[in-house]
């Protein structure tokens, strides 16, 4: 089974979705969806089953930002959400989030 449905995912989403996932970096899942980073923004895409549509997240120069907006909001420990699997620690390391 792939782990993407990029048809499912409607015209406006399913062309885009697929060249982020094909050409950017992956962030972290987060339940039902995967983030990407693509092109100076990060994005959410929906994980095959899941019933989620995909997303802009936000903008990756402003991504510890809003990490720690939500943090604030949820009343997380850290930055990085307990809830993230697989996350690229590298990646985030570099924007000052690990």
């Excluded at 015209?11 to 050409?23: G, S």
């Excluded at 987060?30 to 100076?40: E, P, V």
């Excluded at 549509?53 to 930002?65: D, G």
């Amino acid at each position: 089974m792939e782990k993407y449905d990029f048809d499912s995912m409607g015209a406006l989403w399913a062309d885009q979705a697929r060249k982020i996932v094909e050409n950017g970096v992956f962030v972290a899942n987060s339940g039902g969806w995967d983030l990407w980073a693509y092109d100076g923004t990060v994005y959410s895409i929906p994980v095959n089953g899941s019933g989620g549509s995909a997303s802009y997240w936000c903008a990756l120069s402003q991504l510890r930002a809003h990490l720690f907006r939500l943090r604030t909001i949820c009343r997380y420990n850290a930055l990085i959400p307990d809830g993230w699997k697989n996350i690229n620690r590298e990646f985030l390391a570099a924007y000052g989030i690990a």
